[in-house]
């Protein structure tokens, strides 16, 4: 069981961005990487769609005996995971935004969120918001349009920095001091985000911490891979392979894979 490889979904390439911070201190252990890019954007669709899209995901990973499964999406996490955790006899790691580090940091009392509809309006979401940040203010934008513009390769464009501009908008007037990336797409709009926002905004996501709850879980469960050979990553898209290669760099193989 232990050299049998973690397995990652997302609605798309996003979740790539957590696939690299757990690579970064997990190197020996094997990753099966599932783009569901046919089906994104996921924020939109209603919480029975996601959960019935995390279904065909995690059985998908299963199928390739994964030891444990990193949903590494913020919107399938806040609408499937308790569902996950209850059908499936394996460990899951989700993925929720950083609310309560920006709750406890913030100076100016007031912190912005850009999440997508799905995860914005998940009970979840609303747990965590009412018990860290009720002094403080959230403004709260959900960031219609920014997957679709990753997912086809337009992360650097002017409509990608049009689009930012308009959500950052009442964030900035709120004098924000922390900005909450609420979806694994959005730590690619970073260097985009640093040149919009004023110098004194900070940009916090979950993805460091996601990787650490990964190995924490596997030592735990004792399922950490000890071999020291360098591991095999893989990577499936059912979408465009050429943009997750962009995301990825040219030292992985991306393949098309229908599932
Ligand atoms: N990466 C997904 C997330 O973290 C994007 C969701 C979507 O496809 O709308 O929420």
Redesign the pocket.
Known sequence: MKHNPIGIF??????TSIWKEIYSILPNERTIYLA?SA???????GKEAIIDLSIKNTEYLISKNCKLIVV???????NAIDYLRSNYDIPFIG?EPAIKPAALKTKTNAVGIL?????LTSELFSKTANLFANDIKIVEKI?DGI?ELI?SGKLQSEEMKALLKIYLEPMIKANIDYLVL?????PYLIPILIDLLPNHVKIIDSGEAVARQTRAVLEKNDLLNTKTTQALNEFYTNGNLNVMKQLLGENFVVKYLDF
Do not use: L
Request: hydrophobic content about 20%; proline content about 6%.
């Open positions: 997302d609605s798309g390439v996003g979740g569901d089906n994104a954007p996921y924020g939109p669709k590494a999406c913020n919107t399938a996490t806040t993925i999440a997508t509809k799905g995860t960031g997957v997912e609420g979806c694994t797409h959005y």
